[in-house]
């Protein structure tokens, strides 16, 4: 089993950015593929951004060249820089883990993921 802990939300400014962080213990780290999630109010829970166990990325396409997904293997942790904030980026992020079937493999659907932190709240004022 791994636990998640995210950190680094808060209160941002319209073209801020902002570096999330997701702290793992528990499991070897490198043994996970990880993902992002946002969810706000009434909406469902949506994919930002996954990264595979061998480092390679991918996102949804409307966080593509504002967000980057990274992982320190070394710290255990995960990353998500966010660049360019919008208000409409204001949701609560999770980060999530699961155990690949094969390390080049990323997952995006909810479903796919066992584990998951408690979020960290992110609120972009205009």
């Known amino acids: 089993q791994v636990q998640l802990t995210e950190s680094g939300g808060g209160l941002v400014q319209v073209g801020d950015s902002l570096r999330l962080s997701c702290a793992t213990s528990?499991?070897?780290?490198?043994?996970?593929?990880m993902g992002w999630f946002r969810q706000v109010p009434g909406k469902e829970r949506e994919f930002v951004a996954a990264?595979?166990?061998?480092?390679?990325?991918f996102y949804s396409e409307s966080m593509k060249g504002r967000f980057a997904i990274s992982r320190d293997n070394g710290k255990n942790t995960l990353y998500l820089q966010m660049n360019n904030l919008k208000p409409e980026d204001t949701a609560v992020y999770y980060c999530a883990a699961v155990v690949p079937q094969c390390g080049s493999i990323y997952y995006t659907g909810l479903s796919d993921y066992d584990y998951w932190g408690q979020g960290t709240q992110v609120t972009v004022s205009s």
């Open positions: 528990g499991r070897t780290f490198d043994d996970y593929a």
């Open positions: 990264i595979t166990r061998f480092g390679n990325t």
